[in-house]
């Protein structure tokens, strides 16, 4: 079992662009979260999908942010355009059975200047 | 709506005292309660979760927490602390709809430094 995978560990890019994080769960979760993960603000839940599903994205800041789950082993979250404020830690997690096994990826560390 | 209350920021421990993290929580029903470590740079790791059943969780590194529903309470324990053990606490709480899983609701953390 591989875990929760992330892509990219680490991502820099310019205020105004877009980017793109990746992750795969693990396999046979049916349940897939985003979080964000800033000092200010600690760990926030930005969006949550059952069976593909989006079910909460009250989480989600702003229009610029989008995510979608296309089929159960992938998910995407979007941020078009970027801003500094951005800049956080952003964790993928899944689950099975519902909430007796949380996964946490390692995180995609963002920095947006 | 769920809240989890961690009302130390920061604790300093001598390595092999006693430990207690608190976690207090907001939630109208039997909360399902979790404790996570974070490591510098690193993800999150499940110490132990607490559903139903014995109010005392033993979980992994050595730790245990006990479920006090009168306090609203899910505190963190470890009888003797290892160098090892320095890193971010996070206790959070979750609810279960029965349809799936939902998010869950973390503390703002504990910072454990560990004094030789």
């Known amino acids: 079992d591989a875990g929760v995978i992330q892509s990219p560990r680490h991502e820099v890019t310019e205020m105004g662009q877009e980017v793109t994080l990746r992750c795969k769960p693990i396999s046979g979760h049916n349940s897939l979260f985003w979080y964000r993960q800033t000092m200010m603000r600690g760990l926030e839940l930005l969006i949550y999908f059952n069976n593909n599903v989006p079910i909460d994205d009250s989480g989600m800041p702003e229009d610029r942010f989008s995510a979608k789950m296309p089929n159960a082993s992938f998910s995407t979250l979007k941020i078009q355009p970027s801003e500094p404020r951005d800049s956080a830690v952003y964790f993928c997690a899944s689950s099975v059975q519902g909430p007796l096994g949380y996964t946490f990826g390692s995180g995609t560390r963002l920095t947006v200047v | 709506a769920q809240s989890v209350t961690q009302p130390d920021i920061h604790i300093t421990v001598s390595e092999g005292a006693s430990l207690e993290l608190r976690c207090n929580y907001s939630?109208?029903?039997?909360?399902?309660l979790f404790w996570y470590v974070q490591s510098p740079g690193q993800g999150l790791q499940l110490l132990l979760k607490y559903f139903s059943g014995d109010t005392l969780v033993q979980g992994i590194k050595g730790f245990e927490a006990e479920f006090k529903r009168s306090q609203s309470s899910f505190n963190l324990r470890k009888p003797s602390v290892h160098w090892s053990d320095a890193a971010e606490y996070f206790c959070a709480v979750a609810e279960y709809s029965g349809g799936g899983a939902d998010g869950l609701t973390f503390g703002k953390g504990t910072h454990l430094i560990i004094q030789p």
């Open positions: 939630y109208g029903a039997t909360p399902y």
